[in-house]
C-alpha cells in the first residue's frame, strides 16, 4: 500500500469551534480534549490540579467532554481516549459506567477511537485505552485505528505490536484508516 494521508489532530474546548479548521481539506479530524476549562490536566507543570479536587468528578468532567466533543460531529477520530488516567490518579468509581455515555454518543456519530501508544511512554505506562474501555468499544461495534502518537520520527510506530496484541485478545481484526474522510477498512 501506497498511501499518503493528512490529517490534524484538534482540540475541542467547549465554544471554541473554528470552522478553518472543520472545514480543512484533510483525510481525517482527530477530536481530542486535553483541557478542563482552562487547566491543562496532562501537562506535568499542571499537576497540582489534581490534588485541589475530587478525583471522581475529574474523571466525569473529562468524559462529558468527550461526550459533547463526539455529539458536534465535527471528528473522525477520537484521540486517546481515556488521557485523564495519564498521571495513574484513578476515579473510586467504575470507569465503564462513567465513559459510557461518552462511548454511546462516539458509537452515534460514527466516529473511531485511537489504540494509541503514547500512554506506554507516560506514568500510566498503558496503552489508550484501557482494555476495560477498549472492552466496552467492542461491545458497542465502535472501530479502531492505531497511533502512535508520535512527538519525533523515531516514535512513528512505537508499542504497534503491543497495540495489535490487545485489539485481537478482545476480538478486533480490522482497523480504520481515512481518505478524504471516508473509513476504510484494513485487516491486520
Ligand atoms: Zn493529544
Known sequence: MNYRVLGYEVDYLKG????????????YLIGSVHFLDK?????????????????????????????AMA???????VGHLDLIKVFKYLPKKDIKSIAQNALKAIKKSNMVI????????????????????????YELNIP???????HSVEQIGFGYNEAKKL??????????FFENREKRLVEF
Open 167 to 176: 485489539a485481537k485478545e478482545i476480538g478486533y481484526k480490522e482497523a480504520v
Open 144 to 150: 479502531i485505528t492505531f497511533s502512535s502518537d508520535a
Open 114 to 137: 485511537e489504540l494509541n501508544s503514547a500512554g506506554l511512554r507516560k506514568p500510566i505506562k498503558e496503552l489508550y485505552p484501557s482494555k476495560d474501555l477498549l472492552e466496552l468499544a
Open 16 to 27: 471554541y469551534i473554528d470552522k478553518r479548521v472543520i472545514e480543512a481539506e484533510v483525510d
Open 71 to 77: 455529539k458536534t460531529n465535527y471528528f473522525n477520530i
Open 39 to 67: 487547566w491543562g490536566f496532562d501537562n506535568p507543570e499542571f499537576i497540582g490540579g489534581w490534588k485541589s479536587r475530587d478525583i471522581d468528578n475529574i474523571w466525569q468532567e473529562y468524559f462529558d467532554a468527550i461526550e
